[in-house]
């Protein structure tokens, strides 16, 4: 077994946008979510490390001193930043010349071929779920036997393998708390709506919905939800809690959580009788029902992708949800107790002026404890990201960020440019978050927990921050 290296690069300062992370650009306010597909191969391979550089600040000099200590090094690698993650396998390589060096993340699995050939350091692509394609790579298994590889041949042309069947016994996947035991520091990982220190790893992968927005599910992580049994959640639960008694909350990181709600009550009861907090992704669309169990088990928060408050943007982009059952949603979570964080998108086909304004409407009615706002981001590999070449609605060929870390507003309209697009994000989160009774929200939830006002007042001021140092220009 090859002594192997899983890494998450250092890139631009506060940026969080690879391993785990499904937004890949800066945050209004400080964020790290864990990086849960390396952590899912360091699980997987006896003796391996696995560094997240960006929660943990640290640099290329931080960490290039490694690269003498590794036969394999894995970078998981975004379309974001992807130029950035090239220098570092350069780097690396440039250090300990025979150091195989591979990357696995949506952007590489999608364009393959022009990812592997962007420098002679990187030796191959693992593609779609990639798990057991590292392992095998890890043995020492040839190239030219291994499936869901691309790599160069000895002749210097590209071969592709053929594709990697996705796992469907989730079970036999060893748990992660381990790992971010032996290799990470809990700390270093803040969500805004999570209690600190929290904790966040996969019950299962893939997602049913059609969304044509959403990366993992239309690349590495596939259309089927493939799940865990809640027995072996529970097992795992019971586990790092033995392990990080510190952790104030877990959280489930699925795309489709509650997709199964026999499934979804069974955990939940599981973990009720261990007094643990929990939340997770959801749908705003549970019957209140099972949103009752849920919240007599520890639920606590929800994380909802509302995206927009008009019909025709989500039939759009086949979000497969109604206006009127995300609101009752709604309203069954402000009666039952459950905390929500709303996300919303600007820009998605179909925004105008006005239906950004209906968006915002809608968000104060459901009202989520906290939101997140972003621009419509065509990554590829998205159907999104067809509809714009098709369409001719990328606004130039400059990429998804800005130099500093923002996200760009990638597409304009005929009827709406990205500089509107842009400065919408910023006059919705004040519309949204200066009222009367939103700060006062804000300020009794402070006024209540010691910790959160000490949290509070960090958010607010990066949140400011944020408001006055992201503005329109020629970049954005």
């Known amino acids: ?25 800066k945050r209004e306010v400080r964020s790290f979510w864990y990086p849960t597909w390396l952590g899912q191969l360091a699980a997987l391979v006896p003796d391996s490390k696995l560094v997240d550089a960006p929660a943990h600040g640290q640099t290329l000099a931080d960490i290039l001193p490694l690269a003498k200590d590794f036969e394999l090094l894995v970078i998981y690698a975004s379309a974001a930043t992807f130029a950035s993650e090239v220098k570092v396998a350069e780097a690396f390589k440039a250090a300990n010349p025979n150091l195989m060096i591979g990357m696995v993340g949506a952007h590489v699995a999608t364009v393959p071929e022009p990812s592997l050939l962007a420098s002679p350091a990187i030796d191959f692509i693992a593609r779609n ?27 210097g042309a590209v071969v592709n393998t053929k594709d990697r069947a996705l796992i469907t016994d989730m079970d036999a996947l060893p748990f992660v708390s381990p790992v971010y035991r032996r290799d990470l520091k809990i700390e270093d990982y803040f969500i805004g709506y999570l209690k600190h220190p929290y904790m966040s790893f996969y019950t299962g992968r893939g997602c049913r919905s059609k969304c044509t927005f959403c990366l993992w599910p239309q690349t590495i992580g596939g259309r ?24 104030k909350e ?55 992708g509302y995206e927009s408050g008009v019909q025709d943007i989500l039939n759009n982009v086949r979000k497969g949800l109604r206006l009127d059952i995300m ?38 009615e459901v009202n989520p404890r906290t939101l997140q706002v972003s621009m419509a981001a065509p990554y590829p590999g998205t159907e999104l990201f067809r509809q714009a070449i098709d369409n001719g609605w990328f606004k130039q060929d400059e990429g998804l960020l800005r130099q500093d870390g923002w996200q760009m507003a990638a597409l304009h309209y005929p009827h709406l440019s990205s500089e509107e697009i842009f400065s919408a994000v910023a006059d919705f989160y004040k519309a949204f978050y200066f009222r009367p009774s939103k ?33 329109p220009g020629a970049d954005c």
């Open 327 to 364: 609101r009752q949603f709604s309203k069954d979570c402000h009666e039952l107790g459950i905390i929500v964080h709303g996300t919303f998108i600007i820009g998605l086909p179909g925004e105008t002026r006005e239906t950004i304004q209906q968006t915002l409407a809608f968000a104060k």
């Open 250 to 304: 877990f959280f489930f990181d699925d795309d489709t959580f509650t997709d199964d709600l026999e499934r979804v009550e069974e955990i939940a009861r599981g973990i009720g009788k261990l007094g643990i907090p929990w939340s997770c992704n959801a749908k705003a669309n549970i019957p209140r029902k099972t949103l009752e169990v849920l919240k007599a088990n520890g639920l606590r928060v929800l994380l909802v």
């Open 224 to 247: 089927s939800y493939r799940a865990r049994t809640p027995a072996s959640v529970i097992e795992e639960v019971t586990q790092a809690r033995a392990m990080f008694p510190e952790v």
């Open 129 to 155: 779920e990639f798990d057991y394609t590292i392992v095998e790579i890890a043995e020492g298994k040839p190239f030219a036997e291994i499936d869901g590889l691309t790599f160069r041949g000895v002749d």
């Open 1 to 25: 077994m090859k002594k192997s290296l899983f890494l998450n690069p250092p890139s631009l300062e506060g940026f969080d946008g690879g391993a785990g992370a499904r937004y890949q650009a």
């Open 439 to 471: 700060i006062g929200e804000i300020v009794l939830e402070m006024v209540q927990d010691w910790d959160m006002m000490k949290r509070r007042l960090r958010e607010g001021v990066e949140f400011f921050q944020f408001l006055r140092t992201r503005k």
